[in-house]
């Protein structure tokens, strides 16, 4: 029997929970790993009709994109999705920011949806992604925990594992009544030949590697620090760019894109014909300057704002809004595809009460 645990860990698999923004609240947010699952409903939002769509239709687990709990809950009231979802039974897991950036996620969908070809990542460094620890142990133990901090996940830099750096030193500490050191004696100043042990680490693994250093360091109280670390980026590839077989002229495009989505769209002429196109599924008005820097002729996107428009109409840009539903629901045929061949035994349904809130009319 499936368990909700395994289809987690296949998501983990290509759209690693780890790597989410930090700001985002991807995973499992309600029922527990454990749980056995015959029928699994997608959808990009865990609303209400979905959850009571979900429980007539006997499955045990809602794969949403957006977070159902985002900002801190401070009660959970009959009738809100939480709540039905426990009442019913039905598991939560939710995959967003991990799986914009994922290969085969949000913005690959979209990017197939529209026939690009020559894909390339539509790159953003990010700065936020990485930590690093630093570990003090006596000089015998150093090797064990950086061991134990790399089998947790710290540092791991492109085709590399277990990285990190030692160097000698001395530790000095003074235990007081109630401690029990593992050297030295309550009352007396210590000094001792220490290691200094450093690795770094994604941001979403410190409990991981941390719990991991603990575990293994000998002291009572490790001694450790975290630190932000501005060198190491990660390249993270918000959006996808691509070029369309033939080139369009701007109005062209956004008829395409309009009928390819299925929604409607809002445009930005731009002064070129449309060729080299960067998509970024949901929210990625701020990518207009990226984009044009890129060579993009046009941008697809959606939640685009007044000013974001003004600035790609000044650098001459296509800007094609195709609304934030409509550029993430491709990926929801993509995931049930790709769920249902890795686990031929569980029945995966695209939601029916899973839609944009807005119509266009
Ligand atoms: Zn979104």
Same mark, same amino acid.
């Given at each position: @029997?499936?368990?909700?645990?395994?289809?987690?860990?296949?998501?983990?698999?290509?759209?690693?929970?780890?790597?989410?923004?930090?700001?985002? +609240?991807?995973?499992?947010?309600?029922?527990?790993?454990?749980?056995?699952?015959?029928?699994?409903?997608?959808?990009?939002?865990? =609303?209400? #009709?979905?959850?009571?769509?979900?429980?007539?239709?006997?499955?045990?687990? %809602?794969?949403?994109?957006?977070?159902?709990?985002? !900002?801190?809950?401070?009660?959970?009231?009959?009738?809100?999705?939480?709540? &039905?979802?426990?009442?019913?039974? *039905?598991?939560?897991?939710?995959? !967003?920011?991990?799986?914009?950036?994922?290969?085969?996620?949000? +913005?690959?969908?979209?990017?197939?949806?529209?026939?690009?070809?020559?894909?390339?990542?539509?790159? %953003?460094?990010?700065?936020? +992604?990485?930590?690093? %620890?630093?570990?003090? /142990?006596?000089?015998?133990?150093?090797?064990?925990?950086?061991?134990?901090?790399?089998?947790?996940?710290?540092?791991?830099?492109?085709?590399?594992?277990?990285?990190?750096?030692?160097?000698?030193?001395?530790?000095?500490?003074? #235990?007081?009544? $109630?401690?029990?050191?593992? %050297?030295?004696? *309550?009352?007396?100043?210590?000094? *001792? &030949?220490? =290691?200094?042990?450093? @690795?770094?680490?994604?941001?979403?693994?410190?409990?991981?590697?941390?719990?991991?250093?603990?575990? /293994?360091? #000998?002291?009572?109280?490790?001694?450790?620090?975290?630190?932000?670390?501005?060198?190491?980026?990660?390249?993270?590839?918000?959006?996808?760019?691509?070029?369309?077989?033939?080139?369009?002229?701007?109005?062209?495009?956004?008829?395409?894109?309009?009928?390819?989505?299925?929604?409607?769209?809002?445009?930005?002429?731009? +002064?070129? #014909? *449309?060729?080299?196109?960067?998509?970024?599924?949901?929210?990625?008005?701020?990518?207009? &300057?990226?984009?044009?820097?890129?060579?993009?002729?046009?941008?697809?996107?959606?939640?685009?704002?007044?000013?974001?428009?003004?600035?790609?109409?000044?650098?001459?840009?296509?800007?094609?809004?195709?609304?934030?539903?409509? =550029?993430?629901?491709?990926?929801?045929?993509?995931?049930? &595809?790709?769920?249902?061949?890795?686990?031929? $035994?569980?029945?995966?349904?695209?939601?029916?009460?899973?839609?944009?809130?807005?119509? =266009?009319?």
């Amino acid at each position: @029997m499936t368990t909700i645990g395994a289809i987690y860990s296949f998501l983990d698999g290509f759209a690693p929970f780890a790597r989410q923004m930090s700001w985002d +609240n991807s995973g499992l947010l309600v029922g527990s790993p454990e749980d056995e699952v015959g029928r699994v409903v997608l959808a990009l939002d865990a =609303t209400g #009709p979905v959850v009571e769509e979900a429980a007539q239709k006997g499955a045990q687990l %809602i794969l949403s994109h957006h977070p159902v709990i985002f !900002h801190p809950l401070k009660k959970v009231e009959r009738g809100t999705p939480v709540y &039905e979802a426990i009442r019913l039974g *039905v598991g939560i897991l939710c995959a !967003h920011t991990n799986l914009d950036l994922a290969e085969g996620g949000v +913005n690959d969908a979209l990017a197939e949806m529209l026939s690009l070809q020559k894909l390339q990542p539509f790159e %953003i460094d990010s700065q936020e +992604n990485y930590v690093k %620890i630093v570990v003090f /142990t006596p000089e015998a133990e150093a090797g064990k925990v950086a061991k134990a901090m790399g089998d947790a996940g710290a540092g791991a830099l492109d085709a590399y594992s277990h990285c990190s750096f030692s160097a000698g030193g001395v530790g000095a500490f003074l #235990p007081l009544e $109630g401690a029990s050191p593992h %050297i030295g004696q *309550v009352g007396r100043l210590e000094q *001792v &030949e220490e =290691t200094r042990v450093e @690795m770094i680490l994604p941001r979403g693994k410190i409990p991981a590697v941390v719990a991991a250093m603990k575990a /293994t360091h #000998p002291y009572e109280v490790p001694a450790y620090d975290l630190f932000e670390d501005q060198a190491v980026r990660e390249t993270i590839s918000l959006g996808r760019i691509g070029e369309l077989e033939t080139a369009f002229s701007p109005r062209e495009f956004a008829q395409f894109v309009k009928e390819r989505l299925q929604g409607g769209v809002r445009l930005v002429e731009g +002064n070129r #014909p *449309v060729k080299r196109v960067a998509v970024c599924g949901g929210s990625g008005g701020d990518l207009v &300057e990226l984009a044009a820097r890129l060579g993009a002729d046009a941008l697809v996107t959606g939640d685009v704002k007044h000013d974001q428009l003004l600035t790609a109409q000044s650098l001459g840009l296509t800007l094609v809004d195709g609304g934030h539903y409509a =550029t993430e629901a491709p990926v929801l045929t993509k995931l049930q &595809e790709k769920l249902q061949e890795a686990f031929p $035994g569980v029945e995966f349904l695209l939601a029916q009460a899973g839609k944009d809130p807005a119509k =266009t009319l």
